[in-house]
């Protein structure tokens, strides 16, 4: 090629008639070409046809890497096509050098590509040269750079694997600390892809690939999951990337990789520690609970059988004060049950029962007053406008009621006590319910509010305290309260001495149509009165059927035959443990009509005899009757084919119930 062919065309137009486009093209001093998405020369700068000693005829509309490859052009097509790639795919300027043979030129290459959204319209490429010289005083630099900090300071750190990634995640750098932690060497690691490090989920959900992405676009991702190490074995990692740009143009990636397995076994042996814990807790609890409710059913049954002999005034009353007792030992266990469940997030409550407030608060204060001091007055007052009825759960509503009006007549020696309850709120669903009890008790010194309502705190824990208790009722109360949508809080009387404990529950309203259907359910209620009680009802059924008592314990024998014998049942069979249970109905299929069943009991427990029981093909009603009282022992009783539950000690009222239900 002569040097005339080598020179662009001279027959150019003159400044004032150039475009901007036009000028850039022919006056650039960095050797330029403008491809389009299929690589093919659209534009050509002088200084590009001069560095490659072409003529923009050679160039113009030709495929460059064909160019490349027939002009034997420097950089050649496997290094052009490796700028070009990495700057399509990254869709960012992509740079990179090519070396020469020593004391000769280097090539730096340097592809800006033009996308419009997703569609590559062209791509840019600059081409310059530098003499070797300069080259080697870079290295040089950069050996300093790579050598003294990076070796120092990368290198020698153990406790992390510090290495770098190419733009396209293949590693480039291999620390001490990445050879210790993974069990690669530097030369069997470097060049390979970093995927290497992941497990086969990971891989699937092609997470390697979308950490660079996220990379890419944050400039940082973080990330704690499993990896792999040359052996196979996985380890529990942190890992940290970070996007490394250089004048602008990205580069690569580092990433630091840290081992947590020791910290991931030890906060799973803290979870399973607290889990086992919980399980403990509920387990010793249940287990209180039934081994005090066992006797105490004994003694409480014995009594009502008792009480219904003729008694003379003194032993009426000896039976009143043991009644009495072994109520308040009954509320204890239940208190350090409710406990148990508010603390451990599974206690629930009802929304949809009717709840009618002026007959509850009436209720509870009627019950009270035998329990007054001497002196003592209480009243109450109702606002004119509350809701003659609302939905809620009744149950636990009257039991705050009553904590609170139990602790105003325990800790009021003289004067009165005042419950006051009002509407202080109402939307379209929603009724807003304060209830006040005042009283002219012990004055409350040095207390916070907080530490008030917490667990096992007391008003007086001294050795000499006069008034009794767990320290677990007005925390129960506030958990109660709190699963209402209210609160709990106290103050002082404003009036003088004593206390105002107050607090806020929300009720559901009725809508009038169920308002009229309980209306009308009332109503029957009210006609169907003169119906005989319960106990009367009981006695006419009980001797047409023939009950299967099932129980271990001696004295719960006794009390339980002597209770069902008074209720009119003569046909009772006994059954010590659960496998006597299964022979007997196994024998007479037909002849039982209810059988009562507890549930721990030797040989054979209640719940596996209730098991064999259903898998004869016998549907014959089976009651739990068991001092296990927590909610998930129930669940469990009737989904393994129980039909019914009535709790240690038997209330009689409880099972004369179960008895309509199911014999009736």
Not at 133 to 160: F, G, M, P
Not at 199 to 210: F, V
Not at 259 to 288: G, Q
Not at 379 to 394: Q, V
Request: net charge negative.
């Amino acid at each position: 090629m002569t040097s005339a062919e080598a020179q662009p065309d001279t027959t150019q137009p003159s400044r004032g008639e150039r475009s901007t486009g036009e000028a850039f093209e022919a006056f650039t001093p960095v050797p330029n070409v403008l491809l389009d998405s299929a690589f093919r020369i659209v534009q050509v700068s002088p200084s590009y046809l001069a560095f490659n000693h072409l003529t923009s005829h050679e160039c113009l509309g030709h495929n460059l890497y064909d160019l490349a490859a027939a002009k034997t052009l420097s950089p050649g097509p496997s290094a052009l096509q490796a700028v070009l790639d990495s700057a399509i795919a990254t869709k960012n300027v992509s740079a990179t050098r090519v070396h020469a043979a020593p004391g000769q030129f280097t090539a730096s290459l340097r592809a800006v590509p033009i996308f419009e959204q997703d569609t590559l319209l062209y791509v840019l490429l600059e081409v310059q040269h530098t003499i070797a010289e300069h080259e080697r005083r870079e290295a040089i630099n950069d050996q300093l750079d790579t050598n003294e900090t990076y070796r120092v300071l990368v290198d020698t750190v153990k406790d992390y694997a510090i290495f770098m990634l190419d733009t396209k995640g293949n590693v480039r750098t291999w620390n001490a600390g990445a050879a210790l932690l993974k069990g690669y060497k530097p030369e069997e690691i470097i060049g390979k892809h970093f995927s290497i490090f992941y497990g086969e989920d990971d891989l699937t959900a092609e997470k390697p690939r979308k950490e660079l992405e996220i990379c890419l676009r944050d400039g940082k991702v973080e990330d704690e999951s499993w990896r792999y190490k040359k052996d196979g074995s996985r380890f529990w990692a942190n890992v940290t990337i970070t996007c490394v740009r250089r004048d602008g143009v990205h580069i690569g990636y580092s990433k630091v990789t840290r081992d947590l397995t020791e910290r991931k076994a030890a906060e799973s042996r803290v979870i399973a520690a607290y889990e086992e814990s919980a399980k403990l807790k509920s387990a010793f609890l249940a287990n209180t609970s039934h081994e005090i409710r066992t006797p105490l059913h004994g003694m409480l049954s014995a009594l009502t059988l008792l009480m219904d002999t003729k008694l003379t005034p003194e032993q009426r009353e000896l039976g009143s004060i043991i009644e009495e007792s072994g109520s308040v030992l009954l509320q204890v266990i239940n208190d350090i049950l409710d406990y148990s469940k508010l603390s451990s997030g599974v206690f629930s409550i009802s929304t949809d029962v009717a709840v009618s407030i002026p007959n509850l608060i009436t209720s509870v204060v009627r019950n009270i007053h035998p329990a007054l001091k001497p002196g003592v007055t209480i009243g109450t007052s109702l606002d004119l406008n509350l809701p003659s009825s609302a939905l809620g759960d009744p149950l636990r509503y009257r039991q705050v009621v009553q904590n609170l009006v139990s602790n105003a007549v325990k800790f009021t020696e003289s004067g009165s006590i005042d419950v006051h309850v009002s509407l202080v709120d109402e939307d379209a669903t929603l009724f807003t319910i304060r209830t006040e009890v005042t009283d002219t008790g012990i004055e409350i010194k040095n207390v916070g509010v907080e530490s008030l309502f917490s667990p096992f705190t007391q008003f007086d824990a001294s050795a000499t305290k006069r008034y009794k208790g767990t320290g677990l009722g007005l925390s129960i109360c506030k958990g109660l309260v709190e699963l209402m949508g209210g609160a709990l809080s106290f103050h002082p009387n404003p009036k003088g001495q004593g206390s105002v404990f107050w607090f806020t529950a929300r009720l559901r309203k009725i809508e009038k149509s169920k308002q009229v259907d309980r209306l009308s359910a009332k109503f029957e209620a009210v006609a169907m009165s003169s119906v005989p009680d319960s106990l009367t009802l009981v006695r006419e059924l009980a001797p047409g059927k023939r009950i299967l008592l099932v129980e271990d314990n001696f004295i719960n024998q006794k009390v339980m035959l002597m209770m069902l014998k008074g209720l009119g049942f003569a046909k009772v069979d006994m059954a010590i443990d659960g496998a006597e249970a299964v022979q007997k109905a196994k024998q007479n299929p037909l002849f039982y009509d209810l059988i009562l069943m507890d549930i721990s009991m030797p040989v054979l427990d209640g719940v596996a005899a209730t098991i064999q029981i259903r898998e004869l093909g016998l549907d014959t009603p089976i009651i739990a009757m068991t001092a296990n009282a927590l909610k998930e022992d129930v669940s469990s009783y009737l989904a393994k084919g129980m039909n019914d539950y009535v709790p240690k000690p038997v209330d009689r009222q409880v099972l004369l119930k179960a008895f309509l239900k199911w014999l009736g």
